[in-house]
């Protein structure tokens, strides 16, 4: 019960907040496969998770599969957490909203995707959230540090960005 009012609140507290925009087209197909972590502003819920990756698995129906991986601070047992994301066709699938606990959702909206799918930026509508992912586990520094500028000046708390250890 506790844990249904605090994602309550943060969904209330996410709608107050200004709106951003997404990126403008998303190729499901090319975005499947897996995805690494390389920095967030973490939610309640993996603000002390470190080695993550996310998966994506583009179902029949045109639903996505989601698959994490990541070990909790402190522990060496590499834990999973599945979830369903629900693509918005009308937006070229750069908005979502994802369940990871029935009935609640949450936004999910691709800021920014490389030509080449090699990394990905993760937003949430209300900026409640923020993830910078990549293909490979590293990702250069400069396009790094570009991509939490302009996270900035959409108006995510940069300052409260964490670098995951890998």
Partial sequence: MKHRLHILLLLLSGMLSAQTT?????DLN??????????????CFDRNWNNITESFE???N??????ITYVKEGETTTRE?????????????TQWEVQFIWPFTSGYMVEEIAPDYSYVVIGHP????????????????ALFHDAVMRAM???????DLRVVIK
Avoid: C, H
């Fill in 81 to 93: 957490k599945k979830a369903k994301g629900f693509p918005y066709k009308e937006n070229k699938n």
């Fill in 58 to 60: 583009l179902a029949k």
């Fill in 62 to 67: 045109g639903d996505v599969n989601i698959s």
């Fill in 126 to 141: 209300q900026k409640l959230y923020f993830y910078i992912m990549s293909r490979t586990g590293t990702l250069d520094e």
């Fill in 30 to 43: 090319k975005f499947s496969g897996k995805w690494y972590v390389i920095a967030s502003i973490p939610t």
């Fill in 153 to 159: 000046k959409k108006g995510y708390e940069v300052n």
């Fill in 22 to 26: 997404p990126t403008d087209t998303l």
